[in-house]
Nanobody, 113 residues
């Protein structure tokens, strides 16, 4: 069992920044690829950032150049640095093992003036 808890969401203005954290419990955090998903109201979950067990990253075009996924295996934590935020980034953000695992509660991001 691996439990993941997302935090760091909040309200920011367009153009602003947020840093999300995803803290995991368990003993095999560093073994697996991790991903960030988000879900806007009325839409399905979108996978937009992944990081492999070795640290390779991939991004959806919608966030490329603005978001950065990183991790600290020793701290069992994945991070998401979000810059140049847009209104369309609004949604609930989830962190999970890329290919398996349960969803957590997510953390809400609202980008609005």
């Amino acid at each position: 069992q691996v439990q993941l808890v997302e935090s760091g969401g909040g309200l920011v203005q367009p153009g602003g920044s947020l840093r999300l954290s995803c803290a995991a419990s368990g003993s095999i955090f560093g073994t697996y690829a991790m991903g960030w998903w988000r879900q806007a109201p009325g839409k399905s979950r979108e996978l937009f950032a992944t990081i492999s067990s070795l640290g390779s990253t991939n991004y959806a075009d919608s966030v490329k150049g603005r978001f950065t996924i990183s991790k600290n295996n020793a701290k069992n934590t994945v991070y998401l640095q979000m810059n140049s935020l847009k209104a369309e980034d609004t949604g609930i953000y989830y962190c999970k093992m890329h290919s398996f695992g349960d969803w957590g509660q997510g953390t809400q991001v609202v980008v609005s003036s």
